[in-house]
């Protein structure tokens, strides 16, 4: 069974933070779901730090690796109402909406998300 990553997972995954490493590294073989704006997300932030190259050459690897999903009008749809019903980042609204479209667990650490009442989807907490 595959699962859903967020920019979150993604960023600790590259960054070689545990426990969310380790967990990451045991999906990939099922090539993970990934939403088209969060991959965008760790774009900026790997381009941000290290670099256009370092960006593209990351982004070339990650696209090998996982399965990205480009949403089409409904989830654009379904991202805005996640965010208008809560306080959250709009890309964290396209991680849910994503694992959601396909019934998939979300991984991630990001407290926005881990603390959203009633997510339309089921999340695992990399934080440990």
Same mark, same amino acid.
């Given at each position: 069974?595959? #699962? ?9 995954? *590259? ?5 969310? $490493?380790?967990? #990451? ?5 099922? /090539?993970? #779901?990934?939403?088209? %704006?969060?991959? #965008?997300?760790?774009?900026?932030? %790997? ?14 690897? $990650?696209?090998?690796? *996982?399965?990205?999903? *480009? ?9 805005? /109402? $996640?965010?208008?019903?809560?306080? +959250?980042? =709009?890309?964290?609204?396209?991680? =849910? ?8 667990? $979300? =991984?991630?650490?990001?407290?926005? +998300?881990?603390?959203? /009442?009633?997510?339309?989807?089921? *999340?695992?907490?990399? /934080?440990?």
């Amino acid at each position: 069974m595959s #699962v859903c990553l967020d920019s979150w997972a993604i960023l600790a995954w *590259l960054d070689g933070e545990e426990p969310a $490493l380790s967990r #990451v590294e045991d999906v990939l073989a099922s /090539r993970p #779901v990934v939403s088209w %704006v969060n991959l #965008v997300e760790v774009y900026c932030r %790997v381009e941000r730090d290290h670099g256009r190259s370092a960006a593209d050459e990351t982004l070339a690897s $990650l696209r090998a690796s *996982l399965a990205p999903d *480009l949403p089409g009008t409904a989830r654009m749809i379904e991202a805005a /109402r $996640l965010k208008a019903a809560a306080s +959250i980042a =709009l890309g964290d609204c396209f991680a =849910l909406a994503t694992a959601a479209a396909h019934g998939l667990v $979300l =991984l991630t650490g990001d407290p926005e +998300i881990l603390e959203i /009442r009633n997510p339309p989807c089921r *999340l695992e907490d990399l /934080r440990g």
